[in-house]
């Protein structure tokens, strides 16, 4: 039995402050707690979210081609993308760490835009299976969305401890603004999409 949504009771749930309102009969109903204008659905949020995707699919790229650590000595200077310093991690008899960093910068970020894309097909097109697996991926998605700035925290506190030293100094790389603006535009799209467009087709079947 498929249990009726907030819309097809007439409700609307404030974006702002998370109150169900009955919005009436006013044309452009406001929030009665917060103040905040009500809309049935987010505005435009399929398109938004497309974009948002669309941009961080293409930062994935140079996020992982790009050097992430540059690192100056008196001797050499090298250059670190995240595949290398899962190799070196790995090399060096730390698997854990090199699982991790593989794991957060790497595995999450492809996983998250792959599951968006996933999220957004079947809304756009109404599909009608599955709905509550796609709510727990949405729910899942926001969650671990918080630790995939992991690996740009540990580039911050390495730059920041090693400029203490006179023997080297590490820049944070290309690779590293790209990234970042992976982890971001992943975020902000998980935001503006819209996940009561899940249920949409079961309230047109009901």
Same mark, same amino acid.
């Given at each position: 039995?498929?249990?009726?949504?907030?819309?097809?009771?007439?409700?609307?749930?404030?974006?702002?402050?998370?109150?169900?309102?009955?919005?009436?009969?006013?044309?452009?109903?406001?929030?009665?707690?917060?103040?905040?204008?009500?809309?049935?659905?987010?505005?435009?949020?399929?398109?938004?979210?497309?974009?948002?995707?669309?941009?961080?699919?293409?930062?994935?790229?140079?996020?992982?081609?790009?050097?992430?650590?540059?690192?100056?000595?008196?001797?050499?200077?090298?250059?670190?993308?995240?595949?290398?310093?899962?190799?070196?991690?790995?090399?060096?008899?730390?698997?854990?760490?090199?699982?991790?960093?593989?794991?957060?910068?790497?595995?999450?970020?492809? !996983?998250?835009?792959?599951?968006? +894309? =996933?999220?957004?097909? #079947? /809304?756009?097109?109404?599909?009608? @299976?599955?709905?509550?697996? $796609?709510?727990?991926?949405?729910?899942?998605?926001?969650?671990?969305?918080?630790?995939?700035?992991?690996?740009?925290?540990?580039?911050?506190?390495?730059?920041?401890?090693?400029?203490?030293?006179?023997?080297?100094?590490?820049?944070?790389?290309?690779?590293?603004? !790209?990234?970042?603006?992976?982890? +971001? =535009?992943?975020?902000? #799209? /998980?935001?503006?999409?819209?996940? @009561?467009?899940?249920?949409? $087709?079961?309230?047109?079947?009901?």
């Amino acid at each position: 039995m498929t249990l009726p949504t907030a819309r097809a009771e007439g409700l609307i749930l404030c974006e702002t402050c998370g109150l169900v309102c009955d919005p009436g009969d006013r044309p452009d109903p406001h929030c009665p707690r917060c103040g905040a204008a009500l809309h049935v659905r987010k505005v435009d949020s399929i398109k938004r979210t497309w974009a948002l995707l669309i941009a961080a699919a293409i930062l994935y790229v140079p996020a992982n081609l790009l050097p992430v650590m540059v690192t100056y000595t008196l001797f050499n200077t090298s250059r670190d993308t995240i595949m290398s310093g899962i190799v070196y991690f790995w090399k060096s008899g730390s698997p854990d760490l090199a699982i991790l960093i593989f794991a957060v910068s790497i595995f999450i970020p492809l !996983a998250k835009i792959l599951c968006m +894309v =996933l999220l957004l097909v #079947a /809304a756009q097109y109404g599909v009608d @299976r599955g709905l509550r697996q $796609r709510a727990l991926m949405f729910r899942v998605i926001e969650f671990v969305g918080r630790w995939s700035m992991l690996d740009i925290f540990v580039i911050t506190m390495t730059v920041g401890m090693v400029r203490f030293r006179s023997l080297a100094t590490i820049d944070a790389g290309p690779g590293a603004a !790209a990234f970042g603006a992976v982890v +971001v =535009l992943t975020m902000i #799209a /998980a935001h503006t999409f819209d996940p @009561r467009l899940i249920w949409d $087709r079961s309230e047109k079947k009901s």
